[in-house]
């Protein structure tokens, strides 16, 4: 059996307005942790690594720096202590500079970055420098997520970035659930695909089945 890598990438916002949201947060970041190692039990021929990076303008914490899954073990409550502004280009950058030097063109790449507020203090990366680097990573296998909360133009967002999968949630705690058992679901699914060797469509990482076959019927009709 040839095996085959996966370096999960998560980008979390730490900045001070995640603190309304800051157990929640905590819980779905373990449970996005959890589904990794289940991905890792359930394909065999996937040798899941892990990556965590939580920002605010006080700190980068590299919590987990490629690690095996199995390592990935929960954060405690004193790990996740929101604070501070939203250097997000910075995050980014600093996440994609890692896995870029430890992946090769045969890895996949899965990039998540999750926040509750927009760029306002990066020293290092600029919008432009962030775009080039996504636009490019994305020919080689590697897949980038953007989720925001419903104060922001999540959609705009990510485009402005290169990124093609976008998912807005409501910023409380039923809001925040809800948007890490979508994302996690996603997760599966990609996983399903890398595991068959299949790829998912542009922009669907976080359509469900039944989404999708809506949407093939609907360019069907328009194309009739």
């Not at 899965?110 to 080039?132: A, H, Q, R, W």
Request: hydrophobic letters at 35%; charged letters at 30%.
């Amino acid at each position: 059996m040839i095996m085959k890598r996966v370096f999960n990438l998560l980008v979390v916002d730490e900045s001070g307005s995640m603190s309304i949201i800051e157990r929640q947060a905590l819980i779905g970041i373990n449970e996005t942790l959890t589904t990794i190692q289940k991905m890792q039990a359930t394909h065999k021929n996937l040798e899941q690594r892990v990556t965590l990076i939580t920002f605010d303008s006080t700190h980068k914490n590299l919590f987990y720096d490629n690690v095996s899954a199995k390592k990935a073990n929960p954060l405690k409550a004193k790990d996740y202590n929101p604070c501070g502004a939203t250097p997000l280009y910075d995050a980014i950058g600093m996440g994609i500079a890692k896995i870029n030097a430890q992946a090769t063109e045969q890895d996949s790449v899965l990039v998540t970055i999750i926040t509750d507020g927009e760029e306002n203090c990066s020293e290092e990366y600029s919008l432009k420098m962030i775009k080039n680097l996504i636009e490019k990573l994305k020919k080689q296998n590697w897949t980038f997520t953007f989720i925001g909360t419903d104060d922001l133009d999540v959609e705009s967002i990510a485009s402005d970035m290169g990124i093609d999968n976008h998912l807005q949630f409501s910023e409380d705690e039923a809001g925040t659930r809800e948007m890490f058992v979508r994302e996690n679901r996603a997760r599966e699914r990609y996983n399903k695909c890398r595991a068959m060797d299949c790829a998912l469509p542009i922009g669907s990482y976080f359509k469900d089945e039944k989404e999708e076959k809506k949407e093939l019927r609907r360019k069907g009709k328009r194309e009739g």
